[in-house]
């Protein structure tokens, strides 16, 4: 599979200059640094989706716009054979030597409009638990389709294994998972108001 996090970087990078905005101003609207902003942008550090959904929301587009081009009006159906073959979006787990922990497939890349963002995430298996909680505003909705995974909610630990699903609050301090050392996959939908 492919990594796609450099075209993230380079499309976050290029929207705000189309915008005519500084690494400054999106820092101040984010409530990131603009070291930050500037290694995300460069690529140097693989980002959790807590900062790029701030940065989305500084930016005044949706998440989505980060992974696609083309925008559909009507209904997209996303095949499995299709999804297997596009590029995956790959962020860190937000600790400080920024692991690849998860893989994100998107399922609606080119609908139209969106509050939603549906993806299947393959859940590296990783021993390092120094996790880096997060908040953005809006809800996830995570049904577990292989292995175990544990979420970090607030003060709570919620373990989900193949079967299980979890719905929750963003805006609360979070972090999603695998059991340490296995591998999971997810349907995940996370919902931003915009």
């Known amino acids: 599979m492919s990594n796609s996090h450099t075209f993230v970087g380079s499309k976050i990078k290029g929207l705000r ?27 140097q550090t693989l980002p959790s989706l807590g900062p790029l959904i701030k940065v989305a929301r500084a930016l005044g587009v949706r998440l989505g716009t980060f992974m696609d081009d083309n925008d559909a009006l009507g209904p997209v159906v996303t095949r499995a054979a299709e999804r297997e073959a596009n590029s995956s979006i790959s962020f860190s787990n937000g600790a400080t030597d920024a692991r690849k922990h998860m893989e994100y497939h998107p399922l609606a890349q080119q609908k139209a409009g969106r509050h939603m963002e ?3 995430i393959d859940i590296n298996p990783e021993e390092n638990t120094d996790f880096k909680l997060s ?8 049904y577990v389709l292989e292995g175990e995974v544990e979420i970090d909610y607030g003060k709570e630990k919620y373990v989900l294994k193949a079967g299980d699903s979890i719905f929750y609050d963003s805006i609360v301090k979070h972090h999603v998972h695998g059991a340490p050392g296995k591998y999971a996959k997810i349907l995940a939908v996370v919902y931003i108001p915009f």
């Open 135 to 142: 908040a953005h505003e809006g809800e996830e909705f995570i």
């Open 17 to 43: 200059e189309s915008k005519n905005l500084t690494i400054e101003e999106i820092a101040e609207r984010s409530g990131l640094s603009a070291e930050q902003i500037q290694s995300i942008e460069n690529d």
């Open 118 to 120: 549906p993806f299947v």
